[in-house]
């Protein structure tokens, strides 16, 4: 299983750069991917690329771009660089700007960093964890925290979940009518340009909700990237993504919901509960009281 440090070695973590513009911060993470054997320099162009067609989608969350690509020939072995901007640039995106931190994959396939990814998911969605990266010293301190040798503090309290002793039912009303029957898990695509970096995320962070619900055996979910979401859609109860990647893929015939911020677990939360119409509950709803898990809305 590929963690964390595996992919991440302190020689790719830089702190406090100064960037003229958001090409300029990818570029030094592009570069300090080729620095460490990672990958070559037309990978780094391969990230800006798909910035320049398919929108800023990679700004994932407030001040964090997650920069990648397809993998590509030139991807040399999986691995990831850390870029911590001394004063946040613009990447054009309309809810996340400005940037203050760039992550950037560079992956051999869609398989091998999904543990890392993961973890790394888990840790920038934690207000103490990302507050403990964001004043880190050294690329060292940097590096104790992503590995857990470091305490960044108590994580805050998650939302009373449902309870889900029973399946989700998907209702024969709606658009999603032909989706599986309570009786089959039921599938959530998350997409993104490429279907290895952010679609990964927003999957990491859906199955932490589904996971608190105790869904996880009813609801499986899979990452994958827009031209294969479009063909997969029918599969599916529903879809999560990006705005930029809404606009693009259009109507699937399936419901698809926008998500800001793809570490968030309350903004998926929100999103489950619309998809299937599970009421949010006050804050003495026992853990017992099984929702009436509705109808996906279109």
């Known amino acids: 299983m590929t963690q964390l440090s595996d992919l991440l070695p302190g020689e790719a973590i830089r702190l406090d750069v100064r960037a003229a513009d958001w090409r300029e911060a990818i570029g030094v993470a592009g570069g300090l ?54 004063e946040p640039v613009e990447f054009g995106h309309e809810s996340n700007d400005p940037v203050e931190l760039v ?15 993961a973890a790394l998911a888990r840790l920038l969605g934690d207000p103490d964890t990302a507050a403990a990266l964001a004043a880190a010293p050294t690329p060292e301190a940097l590096l104790a925290i992503l590995t857990g040798d470091a305490e960044p503090g108590p994580a805050a309290a998650p939302a009373p979940a449902p309870a889900a002793e029973s399946a989700p039912a998907a209702g ?41 619900w105790k869904w996880s ?10 031209i294969s979401a479009k063909g997969k859609a029918s599969e599916a109860v529903a ?3 990006s705005r930029e990647i809404a606009r693009t893929l259009g109507d699937v015939g399936r419901p698809v919901k926008v998500v800001q911020d793809f570490t968030s677990t309350a903004e998926v939360d929100a999103a489950l509960r ?7 509950p ?17």
């Open 33 to 86: 991917m080729v620095a460490a054997g990672v990958a070559t320099e037309d990978y780094t162009a391969e990230m800006i690329a798909n910035v320049e067609d398919n929108g800023p989608y990679i700004v994932i969350a407030p001040g964090l771009a997650f920069a990648h690509a397809r993998p590509s020939p030139a991807v040399l072995r999986t691995g990831m660089s850390w870029v911590r901007l001394a």
């Open 103 to 117: 992550v950037a994959l560079a992956a051999k396939d869609s398989a091998a960093h999904t543990s890392a990814m």
């Open 172 to 212: 024969s009303a709606s658009s999603a009518s032909s989706a599986a029957p309570a009786s089959s898990p039921h599938k959530i695509l998350t997409v993104c340009g490429n279907g290895v970096g952010t679609s990964l995320f927003l999957k990491n962070t859906l199955e932490q909700v589904l996971d608190r």
């Open 217 to 226: 055996k009813f609801v499986t979910v899979e990452a994958t990237d827009t």
């Open 239 to 241: 879809l999560l993504t």
């Open 274 to 280: 619309d998809i299937y119409d599970v009421d949010t």
């Open 282 to 298: 006050d804050a003495d709803t026992r853990a017992t009281d099984t929702p009436d898990a509705g109808t996906p809305d279109a």
